[in-house]
């Protein structure tokens, strides 16, 4: 590990443990909560709250944590680049991290379309058992999402050990 500045250190550090705690978070969403929302015995509009609940918390801080966390993989790539030391895992990490955006529009896009549209009242009545179908589906959709800020994490963590 080469002899970095005390700041690029802790951007680095911070960034790595960033990509771990999103990571986590999203886990935890998929591992946790939405299994506990299922078993609760609750009707289609209790599930949709609380899958809405979870949701909101979860849109307001993990988008911008990751692309911040992003952002900082691509300042770090730079940075090391034009320092003439080892940089494509922080490039990489970069594009991990960043990629939960396209992933989520993307490929959980219909799905939170629905579930979203069921608890404002603006798409069509679920019944309990849909709802139930499409948490399992978000959920596991969701899961795959854990890879990539773990990935980020371990792609910072190899190159700052370079």
């Given amino acids: 590990m080469p002899l970095l500045s005390t700041p690029l250190t802790l951007s680095t550090t911070g960034s790595i443990l960033g990509s771990a705690w999103v990571s986590g978070s999203l886990a935890s ?3 946790c909560t939405i299994p506990a929302l299922l078993q609760c015995g609750t009707t289609a509009e209790g599930l949709l709250k609380g899958w809405h609940l979870q949701y909101s918390r979860g849109l307001t801080h993990i988008p911008t944590t990751a692309g911040i966390i992003g952002l900082n993989y691509i300042y770090l790539a730079y940075h090391h680049h034009e320092l003439g030391l080892e940089w494509r895992g922080y490039a990489t990490a970069a594009v991990t991290n960043l990629m939960m955006a396209p992933f989520t529009l993307i490929v959980i896009g219909a799905t939170n379309g629905k ?6 009242g603006t798409g069509k009545p679920l019944s309990e058992s849909v709802v139930r179908m499409l948490m399992v589906k978000w959920s596991k959709l ?5 890879l990539m800020p773990l990935t980020g994490a ?3 963590l190899w190159n700052l050990l370079q």
Avoid: C, E, H, Q
């Fill in 29 to 31: 969403l998929s591992i």
């Fill in 142 to 146: 969701s899961a795959v999402r854990v």
């Fill in 115 to 120: 579930l979203l549209g069921a608890v404002s």
């Fill in 154 to 156: 371990i792609l910072a």
